[in-house]
């Protein structure tokens, strides 16, 4: 068994220090994507309202409200990430 125990000791010592390794590399893809997923969040949240109507006059409502039901969580969600785009006091 000392063996294994060696080994996951290794192990365990090798994610320790890769770990913080790859905090910078994390990072930065984070603020590289902040920018993308708020502009996109922004004008999903402000064009899907839009839809709501025609979807309102085809009866779509009627028919298929668990669908209708997530399309407002979708712009709920869509109105919260794209809160702060192009914002100069939210960054």
């Given at each position: 068994m000392p063996a294994?125990?060696?080994?996951?000791?290794?192990?365990?010592r090798s994610a320790v220090e890769t770990i913080p390794a790859?905090?910078?590399?994390?990072?930065?893809?984070a603020t590289l994507l902040v920018l993308p997923v708020q502009f996109v969040s922004f004008w999903v949240a402000a064009l899907l309202p839009l839809t709501y109507l025609p979807l309102l006059?085809?009866?779509?409502?009627?028919?298929?409200p668990t669908g209708f039901l997530a399309l407002l969580c979708v712009n709920v969600v869509a109105?919260?990430?794209?809160?702060?785009?192009?914002?100069?006091?939210?960054a």
């Open positions: 294994l125990e060696t080994l996951t000791d290794h192990l365990s790859l905090r910078p590399a994390l990072e930065t893809m006059a085809a009866g779509v409502v009627a028919d298929h109105f919260v990430l794209g809160d702060g785009y192009r914002r100069p006091d939210a």
